[in-house]
């Protein structure tokens, strides 16, 4: 079996030997190249089966890639992946289960920071270097007793719900396709409307398909609470940016903390950067020092299933995107 893993040039993201030895102690006799030499990389694609590889940062060829069976991305969201490989008979797997921890714990670092109006304090410290109690500092919340509402409940909308409980706030999880079980979770609801207009906080862990395409727009927007506070860690182009920046210049809701966005890099003119209620991250949530172990974690579960011929955890539906 040959097994090509893409080591970015340049990221943040980069495989060592000890991840090789860990893919050959469940495949003993596997061939595995690890590099970020482009011609390198072209001339393995020709004798490649598996590949290992971020969605972005290599435009693969993946025509060469004749004796392929498997693709499996370092990132859990794999569109233009999925896109590409529709018609094959190649299977796609994400690395969907890498990022539940670090981005729960962003979320909740951007809750903090409304409910305890520390936007506002760091504001302050920064543009008028003024000691400022007064209502705009003073006006904060307590999470316990607060209602989170979750969009796109799945691995990572189940970490942040555990993270709520620990703040004894109640939570409210969409159901989509699939059944929710977890005690983390005191209501399911199919009701999109019953959530936007319950929540104190609203996180959008939606993946971008056709369906979620522009999904927070501005009927959604109005249907939420005016205290509400927006977190968007799923996909940029599942809210219509436009129908957002009106939101919160006209306080149809109270702010926003997004770490995705309809086009990025932010460009330097979107209203957003002037926007005193809006925390602002590059799209970073989802980063952590664990991030290349757990992939290869998550590859190496994949790969004895594939062994097996049992179902494979991570796969993909190339129709749906995920």
């Given at each position: 079996?040959?097994?090509?893993?893409?080591?970015?040039?340049?990221?943040?993201?980069?495989?060592?030997?000890?991840?090789?030895?860990?893919?050959?102690?469940?495949?003993?006799?596997?061939?595995?190249?690890?590099?970020?030499?482009?011609?390198?990389?072209?001339?393995?694609?020709?004798?490649?089966?598996?590949?290992?590889?971020?969605?972005?940062?290599?435009?693969?060829?993946?025509?060469?890639?004749?004796?392929?069976?498997?693709?499996?991305?370092?990132?859990?969201?794999?569109t233009d992946l999925a896109r590409?490989?529709?018609?094959?008979?190649?299977?796609?797997?994400?690395?969907?289960?890498?990022?539940?921890?670090?981005?729960?714990?962003?979320?909740?670092?951007?809750?903090?920071?409304?409910?305890?109006?520390?936007?506002?304090?760091?504001?302050f410290q920064i543009e008028k270097?003024?000691?400022?109690?007064?209502?705009?500092?003073?006006?904060?919340?307590?999470?316990?007793?607060?209602?989170?509402?979750?969009?796109?409940?799945?691995?990572?909308?189940?970490?942040?719900?555990?993270?709520?409980?620990?703040?004894?706030?109640?939570?409210?999880?969409?159901?989509?396709?699939?059944?929710?079980?977890?005690?983390?979770?005191?209501?399911?609801?199919?009701?999109?409307?019953?959530?936007?207009?319950?929540?104190d906080f609203i996180v959008n862990?939606?993946?971008?398909?056709?369906?979620?395409?522009?999904?927070?727009?501005?009927?959604?927007?109005?249907?939420?609470?005016?205290?509400?506070?927006?977190?968007?860690?799923?996909?940029?182009?599942?809210?219509?940016?436009?129908?957002?920046?009106?939101?919160?210049?006209?306080?149809?809701?109270?702010?926003?903390?997004?770490?995705?966005?309809?086009?990025?890099?932010?460009?330097?003119?979107?209203?957003?950067?002037?926007?005193?209620?809006?925390?602002?991250?590059?799209?970073?949530?989802?980063?952590?020092?664990?991030?290349?172990?757990?992939?290869?974690?998550?590859?190496?579960?994949?790969?004895?299933?594939?062994?097996?011929?049992?179902?494979?955890?991570?796969?993909?539906?190339?129709?749906?995107?995920?």
């Open positions: 079996m040959n097994i090509l893993i893409v080591n970015p040039k340049g990221r943040i993201t980069v495989y060592n030997k000890g991840h090789v030895a860990a893919i050959k102690k469940i495949l003993p006799g596997a061939k595995v190249n690890l590099t970020n030499d482009l011609t390198e990389i072209s001339n393995l694609l020709k004798t490649a089966e598996i590949i290992i590889t971020s969605p972005v940062g290599f435009d693969l060829d993946l025509t060469k890639a004749k004796e392929l069976k498997w693709l499996h991305s370092s990132s859990a969201g794999v590409q490989l529709k018609n094959s008979s190649v299977i796609l797997t994400n690395s969907s289960g890498v990022h539940p921890i670090p981005i729960a714990e962003h979320v909740f670092g951007l809750i903090l920071m409304f409910s305890r109006r520390l936007y506002k304090a760091y504001r270097k003024e000691w400022l109690r007064d209502t705009e500092t003073l006006d904060g919340v307590e999470l316990a007793g607060q209602t989170l509402g979750i969009v796109g409940y799945g691995r990572i909308g189940e970490r942040i719900a555990k993270l709520a409980k620990g703040f004894d706030m109640k939570v409210i999880a969409l159901e989509h396709n699939s059944k929710i079980e977890n005690p983390n979770v005191d209501k399911v609801s199919k009701n999109i409307e019953e959530i936007l207009k319950n929540a862990c939606l993946p971008l398909t056709t369906e979620t395409f522009g999904y927070f727009d501005r009927n959604k927007f109005k249907q939420m609470k005016k205290s509400a506070f927006f977190v968007n860690i799923g996909r940029g182009k599942t809210v219509v940016e436009k129908d957002l920046i009106s939101a919160l210049k006209n306080k149809t809701i109270a702010a926003a903390g997004l770490d995705v966005f309809e086009e990025e890099p932010l460009p330097k003119n979107s209203p957003l950067w002037k926007l005193g209620n809006v925390i602002i991250s590059p799209h970073f949530s989802g980063w952590t020092p664990k991030y290349t172990d757990r992939v290869i974690e998550i590859f190496c579960e994949n790969l004895k299933a594939f062994q097996q011929n049992r179902p494979m955890p991570n796969l993909v539906d190339k129709i749906k995107g995920y």
